[in-house]
């Protein structure tokens, strides 16, 4: 059964930055789409990006442009590069793996 923990989250301010990792353990990492998702208080989980086992990648409008999804099968890791967040990308963030397997989640909040 895979196992999925995430990192990297934090407090930022608007325009700013910030880089998620996702690491898998217990799973043939390569095989998997993999996927990020968030859920603000109140609200739905939402999809954010996409990256296929072939490395295609899919984003929603609402993050294209500043979202920027990524593999790296050798360390059996997903990332999600965030540049010109804005107050409202703050939520908890989520990888998803094809494989059925969700993580903890990590807290983003874009504040001044």
């Known amino acids: 059964q895979v196992q999925l923990v995430e990192s990297g989250g934090g407090l930022v301010q608007p325009g700013g930055s910030l880089r998620l990792s996702c690491a898998a353990s217990?799973?043939?990492?390569?095989?998997?789409?993999m996927y990020w998702y968030r859920q603000a208080p109140g609200k739905e989980r939402e999809l954010v990006a996409t990256i296929t086992s072939g490395y295609a990648t899919m984003y929603p409008d609402s993050v294209k442009g500043r979202f920027t999804i990524s593999r790296d099968n050798a360390k059996n890791t997903v990332y999600l590069q965030m540049n010109s967040l804005k107050p409202e990308d703050t939520a908890v963030y989520y990888c998803?793996?094809?494989?059925?397997?969700w993580g903890q989640g990590t807290q983003v909040t874009v504040s001044s």
């Open positions: 217990g799973s043939i990492f390569s095989i998997y789409h």
């Open positions: 998803y793996s094809a494989e059925g397997a």
